[in-house]
Every structure is written in C-alpha cells, then in structure tokens.
C-alpha cells in the first residue's frame, strides 16, 4: 500500500508561481512512478508530468513543458511540482499518484494510489 499527501495549492495571479509537494509513505520500489495529474470541472482528470522513483527521466505533458517541473527528494520520500508561468487554464485539483507498473507513467488508469487532491485556482 501507498499513501499520499499532497500539499502547496492556493490561488495565485496568472505568471505566478506555485510549487505543489506530495509526501509518500508505504512502499516505493526503484521502478515505481510517481505523477501529477490535474481534473478542471467538467474536464477528465488529464496527465501533467511523472518520474521513475529511481533514475533522473521525467515527463512532461506538451501543455506544462518549460513551465512545470517534477522532481523528487528520496531523502524524505517527497515528490513536487514547480509550476511557474501559470495560466488561466493551469486552474484544476491537482492529484499526485503512485504506480508499481512498469510502462504506461502517462496513463491515469496504470496509477492504483491516490492523494486527496490539492486546488490550484488561476486569476487574472
């Protein structure tokens, strides 16, 4: 079993900046992945970026690329989102995840472990 908290959201001004965290605890393997996703009302829950818990590769979806970024602290099992530039249409819940497959990081449906979810609201 995994758990996880997210953490970071708040509302912010359209080019502002936020950085998103998600505390993991139960067990993690080398080749577990670990996303953000995000769901705007009305939309289905879309894939933002997402890491291997081992090794340095990450993935970004074409709509956050140069603006977002995951990283990770294996230290202190946490994993975040810096989220700059933010865009009107950044404004959803953002959902961290956690996956013991081993192919499919962009594919909600591979991810059985879920956090609460943490709002991110956009303004002009």
């Known amino acids: 079993q995994v758990q996880l908290a997210e953490s970071g959201g708040g509302s912010v001004q359209a080019g502002g900046s936020l950085k998103l965290s998600c505390a993991i605890s139960?067990?993690?393997?080398?080749?577990?992945?670990l996303g953000w996703f995000r769901q705007a009302p009305g939309k289905q829950r879309e894939f933002v970026a997402a890491?291997?818990?081992?090794?340095?590769?990450?993935r970004h979806a074409d709509s956050v690329k140069g603006r977002f970024t995951i990283s990770k602290d294996n230290a202190t099992n946490t994993i975040y989102l810096n989220m700059n530039s933010l865009k009107l249409e950044d404004t959803a819940i953002y959902y961290c995840?956690?996956?013991?497959?081993?192919?499919?990081?962009?594919?909600?449906?591979?991810?059985?472990?879920w956090g609460q979810g943490t709002q991110v609201t956009v303004s002009s």
């Open positions: 890491l291997r818990w081992s090794g340095g590769n990450t």
């Open positions: 995840a956690a996956s013991h497959a081993l192919s499919g990081a962009t594919m909600a449906s591979q991810y059985p472990y």
């Open positions: 139960g067990r993690i393997f080398s080749g577990s992945a």
